[in-house]
């Protein structure tokens, strides 16, 4: 029977005149201080379809509820302008809202093909700022980003580079 065992496990062949002993001495227990740590098995973990996921929409009455009771509604926000299907801007809108504290980025890369029509837009958001008293800054190196700080909004220009100097230039 060992032999067949062996020849299925693939051991050695043992000669057929040496003897196999059947006692096998039993092994010496070593003590050490600290006991083997042995980690639990790691389960597979299941997915759930997104159908079946719990969630929070933030978007809903109930969140939003929440959240002006720990903090109040914002009185000012970010406003991303870009010109209209006939190349205009709403000046007037920006005013009000720059006035309320809003700070608005005009885009005008739209315009990448039409500079006059490109810089007859950032003479108009330029006058519309100075009227208020607001400074204009452009955000990169061919002024079609435009960042408009609203009243009582302040902006480092020592320390932070805003991408380039005001349209005044």
Not at 34 to 59: C, E, T, Y
Not at 68 to 89: E, N
Request: hydrophobic share 35%; net charge positive; with cysteine.
């Amino acid at each position: 029977m060992r032999r067949r065992l062996y020849n299925l496990f693939g051991l050695p062949q043992v000669p057929e005149n040496e003897l196999i002993r059947d006692e096998v001495e039993p092994a010496k227990v070593v003590e050490e201080g600290d006991p083997i740590h042995i980690p639990k098995p790691i389960r597979k973990k299941v997915r759930q379809s997104v159908k079946n996921l719990k969630f929070h929409d933030l978007g809903s009455k109930r969140w939003l509820d929440w959240a002006i009771a720990q903090r109040g509604l914002p009185r000012r926000g970010l406003r991303y302008i870009q010109p209209d299907d006939m190349h205009r801007l709403p000046l007037e809108p920006m005013s009000t809202r720059l006035q309320q504290g809003d700070i608005c980025i005009v885009d005008l890369s739209s315009l990448a093909h039409m500079d006059s029509q490109r810089s007859a837009l950032a003479r108009q958001v330029q006058d519309m700022a100075n009227y208020g008293g607001l400074p204009v800054f452009a955000l990169d190196d061919s002024n079609r980003l435009l960042l408009v700080p609203g009243r009582g909004s302040r902006i480092d220009t020592e320390t932070h580079e805003l991408g380039g100097n005001s349209i005044l230039d």
